[in-house]
């Protein structure tokens, strides 16, 4: 007898959105998103309209159900994580790790990028930004790719006065798009920031720059070009990206064909589909869609395999994701084609997280790798007694 979706549930953890999922025979699964529980319960529980009865090892024939209920980030999440979750399960029910599901692994360790955990930077000046990769590369976890967050993306552009020709807007939502072009000041004060972290770094760890959306086409190809000499892994959402609900493909492929250092974007796209333009007429270099935005693990392989045949490389975003988006990025990335580069490795954000979580030791990371449990599922789970605890009054029955 096939297993059955018996309970459909989602609850507030230290500070992320969790979904669980619970079969007839008890086992449970459990993914899990970024955004606030007021957007991410409300979609996931109506979900339990057209999944409770199915069988949740027939993944791809439960997301046929609800799949059209997601879009652009932040709008993709509640399907990412049922997702999943629908994968854990499966996993633990097969008794296998999900990267046996997918076809198993073709690589044991798999490298991170750090693009989350940094002290926080101050006056967004070059020697600020120099002190800041001296302070990531000496974590434990021996990171040998650093992504610096500059110009639009983070407040430089309000920081440093007369940065560009436009206005920031405050009191605004997470990802607002504030563009304009570069003045002098700001387009000379970008360079030398990055002068200042390819001297620190030096040549044995590789520099990526997350730096938008919010540049105009022209101010993108000459920021490439002046940086080309400190040989930059790749620029990051320059015109598109985040919470952009578009990909502006057109505009991306212009600055591609024009910019010598290699093009990247996708965190916020939603499904295959979204990244079809960008990938099919090679707008850019790495495409970067995030497991938990994108529609889930399966939906990732599948645009790495279709970039793949494109020539085209992938370098998974995960900043918001926790401890749960590690074993998710871990499992899915293990088994990605050749094209795969690193992906960013998520924060805990709160502590307790790693009190919580039984098997998140297997994940530990070292000279900037993490390796491949072969534990059922995702490889980790809740310690029931330690979680419980910090779930909030109206979640109590979220294990039960």
């Not at 998140?360 to 599922?377: A, E, L, M, Q, R």
Request: charged share 20%; hydrophobic share 40%; aromatic share 8%.
């Amino acid at each position: 007898m096939s297993l059955q979706i018996e309970a459909i549930k989602c609850a507030m953890i230290g500070g992320h959105s969790v979904v669980r999922i619970v079969a007839s025979n008890g086992v449970d699964g459990i993914g899990v998103a970024e955004h606030h529980k007021g957007t991410i319960a409300q979609q996931v529980l109506a979900f339990r309209k057209v999944l409770i009865g199915m069988d949740p090892t027939n993944v791809e024939r439960c997301m046929r159900k609800i799949r059209q209920r997601g879009a652009f980030k932040p709008w993709g999440a509640a399907v990412s994580a049922t997702e999943v979750a629908l994968w854990d399960l499966a996993g633990k029910a097969a008794g296998l790790p999900v990267h046996k599901l997918l076809g198993g692994k073709v690589r044991d360790d798999v490298r991170v990028y750090n693009g989350a955990k940094r002290p926080p930077l101050t006056d967004y000046s070059p020697r600020d930004y120099a002190a800041n990769c001296a302070a990531i590369v000496s974590y434990p976890e021996g990171f040998t790719i650093v992504k610096q967050p500059v110009a639009f993306h983070g407040p430089m552009k309000a920081e440093i006065s007369d940065f560009y020709y436009g206005t920031v807007q405050t009191n605004a939502y997470p990802g607002t798009i504030e563009s304009g072009m570069l003045t002098a000041k700001g387009f000379d004060h970008l360079v030398a920031c990055v002068a200042a972290m390819r001297a620190e770094l030096g040549p044995d760890i590789g520099l990526a720059l997350d730096c938008g959306p919010g540049f105009t086409p022209k101010d993108a190809v000459r920021f490439a070009r002046a940086i080309e000499q400190y040989n930059i892994l790749w620029l990051e959402d320059l015109v598109a990206g985040d919470y952009a609900p578009y990909t502006r493909a057109d505009v991306f492929r212009d600055i591609c064909q024009a910019s010598p250092i290699p093009i990247h974007t996708g965190e916020q796209i939603y499904l295959r589909h979204g990244f079809k333009d960008l990938i099919e007429t090679r707008a850019v270099d790495i495409v970067g869609p995030d497991p938990l935005d994108v529609g889930g693990i399966a939906e990732l392989k599948w645009i790495a395999e279709y970039a793949d045949m494109h020539g085209i490389m992938i370098a998974p975003h995960g900043t918001g994701n926790g401890l749960i988006g590690l074993a998710v990025l871990t499992q899915v990335c293990a088994t990605l084609p050749d094209n795969f580069i690193a992906f960013e490795c998520p924060d805990a954000h709160e502590p307790l997280w790693y009190d919580i979580l039984d098997g998140i030791d297997d994940f530990t990371i070292k000279n900037s790798h993490v390796h491949v449990p072969d534990t059922p599922g995702l490889g980790v789970r809740f310690n029931v007694a330690k979680a419980a605890a910090h779930l909030a009054p109206d979640d109590k029955d979220f294990f039960t």
